[in-house]
Structures are given as C-alpha cells and as structure tokens.
C-alpha cells in the first residue's frame, strides 16, 4: 500500500520545485539560451557585415552591396540609370530614359519593407554536396512552397504532374525543346514555331544550340493545316501573357499528336494579368523574376504532365549544370514564404496597384496623340482578386501610326527614349517594346518623355496651322 504523505511535506516539495524551476530559468535567461534572447555566435559577425553595407548612404539613387566594389574597405554605390558621383547625388537631366530590358525592379520597395523576414544568412557548409540527403538535384521543402504558391495565385493546376527546376525560365526553355524533339537522328528535325510578335530567345536560343533534333521555323500560323503529317514534328511556343504584347494567348497549333506545346507562363501572375482560369497544360514553365522580381538568382520551374518528357528534361538539367544552385534554391524558399503571407496579398496587391497606375500614366499620355498607340487589353475577372480587373501588363506595346514612321523605336530615341524594336519580337519596326518593370525612377523618366514627345508633337501641328 502506498504510503499517504502529510500536507507539509507536499507544500515543502512545491516550494522546493518553484525554487529549482526559477533558478534555471534565470541561468537560461542570462546564459542567452533562452529562445527568445538566443545569443548570435557565428552569424553576428555576416549579419553586421550586411547590416553595414545597407546602411551606406547613396542618396535614395542607388545601393551598395556585399559582392560590389569596395574601397579603403568601405562599400562603393552602384548609382541609378542617370545619377552618379559617390554618392549618387549627381543627376544628369539629359540622359536617355531607358525602356529596353526587362530588369523586374519595380518591386525593390515591396522587399525593402519586408528587408526582415526576407533576409538570409548562409553558413560555409551549407549545402556543399551535389546532391539533397536523398540524391535528388531540389529542395522538397521549396517545392511543397511551389504548390501552395499555385494553389494561393489559382494560376496553375499541379495536381498528378511533376515539378522540375531550372536556372530561370531561360534553361527550362531549353530543355524542354530537347525533351520534346524526336530522339533518333532518322527522324526528320522538329520544327520550333511561335505566333507573331513573339519573345526573341525562342528563336535565338534554338539556333545557337544548332541540334540536328529541332530547328527554329518561325511563324506558327503559317503550319496551320500543314501539321497532318505525322512524320513532321512541331513544337510550338505558347506565351500567355504574352511577351511584348501581353495578351492571353492560346495555341495556333492544336488537335494533331505531332504537335507540341510550350506554355510559357513567365507573367501569369495576378499583378500583371487577371487570372480567368488556373492554367492546365502539359508543360508549363513559370520563373521567380517576373514573380518576386529577383532575377538575377535565376530560379525557375517547369510543371509537367507526362513521365517520359519529365526525365528527358531531368536528363538535360543533370547533364548541362547538376541541377540549379542550391544558394539559389534556399533564397527561393526564403523568399517564397515571404509571398505566401496573407495568401499572397500584400505582394499581389502592392504590384498590382503599381504596374496598373503605370499603365493608367502611359495610357493617358499616349491618348493624346494621334501619332502612337497602345495595344488594347479588355478588363477581366480575375480569380485571385475575385473581381473584373483592368490592365496591368509588364509591357508597353507602342505603334507609329504615320505612315513616314517606318522605325518607331528610332523615333523614340530621337526623344531620347529606348526601347526595344519590333522586328527583334518579328512584327516590323512600325512598333517598340517599352519596359514598364523598371525602378521608380526610370518609369517616372520614361513617362516624362513621353509626355515631352506628344507635346512636341502638338506644339508641331499648331506651328503647322498657323503657317497654313
């Protein structure tokens, strides 16, 4: 039987317990062991490194960074399109406003907010291996986020298809060709086509690799009815939205088993286009630059339906890098997770509101001319915002409408503005691609251009009239 102890000895054993539990909570607490006052070791001295070379001061027109150029150990500024001096101050009023590239910098001030939660520290040793623990080329934890992402954005249906990833959309394009190309030297080369105007590195890519497997064709309209032929291959590249003109598109080539797809759905985000239905293709390639905005980490992924083009495209990723960086992979992860807060809204909803303003801006300012327009882009109910949305493309597709304007972006660059030409997307130089991705700055320059470039155009029609 057990033996009935008295009162005071269990209130002595509470008290004894009260005691003991105090004093280790206070040596945990002093020690820095306690969870929320852990002492940093060998992260404090990166993280104060980091924290320095932010805190340089370069005006609000420009940055500094840990792998930039330093000087008398001190971080130099990187300067802005049309600032310089040391640090940044100086501007220069005449410099050309530069719409070309496709530098996703307008989200810089989104990740400036969020400076915290989407900070990384990478020890030495991290990830040294070629391969995951199970000899496998990605993360598992990233890919989980990817899927989540999907289903939060309701823009792609993963269900029952495999994930592959690869350094930007760039190499998935790649691979993708070649996993979808007959491979056997008897069969006759694949013929790679787009639908007019169409992105350049399609083209550009398939010619330089030079494969006796696949050869660049062009238009894809111009194979409509010819793909009856079972022998003839075709692989077509679909951009939805599309790159420069930023419609929803579909495949020109469709209902024949020697055609192909590409879905290329780099801009199929909420803040660049409404989501009518989430996409459900058999290979699909999204990228983190027009996402996130961090291109240069050169972090993409590929879904894919069927097994066999998947392990041709694994087979290409395994030969051509060992799979992406995994440095790459783990900023992914960070920065995804970022994303996923609030069901994606606070970055939806911040890059939606700037690139619908910016077109808004743009539009007004090219309304009043005669001279130039835009390309029309209906309002439409997006799933993720739940409502019908207006226009918000990462693009400006500009047109000459006078008939002696045979090259548009030569026109603009006598304004001192750049952008890209319409024969390099193969749709004739009457059209050029601005870029509305760019920092603050560069649209504001961009859009004062513009506004300059249509007054002068008035003030030259009302100098016309008076001397008629």
């Not at 280790?24 to 002492?39: A, D, I, M």
């Not at 989980?144 to 269900?159: D, G, M, P, R, W």
């Not at 992979?329 to 994303?339: D, E, I, S, T, Y």
């Not at 390309?375 to 006078?402: M, T």
């Amino acid at each position: 039987m057990a033996r009935i102890q008295s009162p005071n000895h269990f209130a002595l054993c509470l008290v004894f317990s009260l005691v003991l539990n105090f004093y280790f909570c206070t040596k945990l607490y002093f020690s820095g062991c306690n969870v929320n006052n852990y002492q940093l070791s060998w992260s404090q001295r990166a993280a104060e490194e980091a924290e320095a070379v932010a805190a340089v001061e370069c005006s609000g027109h420009g940055r500094a960074y840990l792998d930039g150029l330093f000087v008398n150990g001190k971080a130099v500024c990187e300067c802005n399109s049309c600032f310089g001096g040391p640090d940044c101050s100086q501007f220069f009023p005449d410099c050309v406003a530069d719409a070309d590239s496709g530098d996703p910098l307008f989200l810089e001030p989104f990740w400036i907010h969020h400076a915290a939660s989407s900070a990384l520290v990478v020890a030495g040793w991290h990830r040294m291996s070629y391969q995951f623990s199970d000899h496998s080329f990605i993360s598992h934890e990233l890919e989980k986020q990817i899927l989540k992402l999907h289903s939060v954005a309701k823009n792609a249906v993963t269900e029952g298809k495999y994930i592959i990833f690869g350094a930007g959309s760039t190499q998935l394009i790649s691979a993708a060709v070649y996993a979808l190309s007959p491979d056997n030297s008897s069969s006759s080369p694949a013929k790679v086509v787009a639908s007019i105007p169409y992105y350049p590195v399609y083209q550009i890519q398939t010619d330089f690799f030079n494969s006796v497997n696949f050869e660049f064709q062009g238009d894809a309209s111009l194979w409509n009815g010819n793909t009856s032929d079972r022998s003839t291959n075709v692989i077509e590249f679909v951009t939805s939205p599309n790159n420069p003109d930023g419609q929803l598109k579909k495949a020109v080539l469709q209902g024949s088993s020697s055609v192909k797809a590409i879905h290329d759905h780099a801009y199929y985000w909420p803040h660049f286009t409404a989501i009518p239905a989430p996409a459900d293709e058999d290979l699909m390639i999204f990228t983190m630059s027009k996402l996130t905005g961090h291109a240069g980490s050169r972090f993409g992924w590929a879904i894919v339906k069927d097994e066999a083009v998947y392990q041709r495209m694994v087979q290409y990723m395994t030969l051509s890098s060992m799979g992406v960086s995994r440095d790459a992979q783990l900023r992914a992860l960070k920065l995804l997770k970022v994303v996923l807060k609030r069901d994606g809204r606070r970055i939806f909803d911040f890059a939606y509101n700037t690139m619908s303003k910016r077109w808004e801006k743009l539009s007004s300012a090219v309304s009043k001319s005669k001279r130039y327009s835009l390309q029309a882009i209906p309002p439409q109910f997006c799933n993720f915002f739940k409502k019908v949305r207006g226009p918000s493309p990462a693009y400006a597709w500009l047109k000459c409408e006078r008939e002696e304007d045979q090259d548009c972006a030569a026109v603009l660059k006598a304004s001192k503005i750049i952008g890209r030409g319409g024969s390099i997307f193969s749709a004739g130089n009457r059209y050029v691609r601005l870029s509305l991705l760019k920092s603050q700055e560069d649209f504001e320059l961009i859009l004062h251009r513009i506004y300059d470039l249509v007054h002068s155009e008035e003030d030259g029609s009302s100098k016309t009239m008076c001397r008629s």
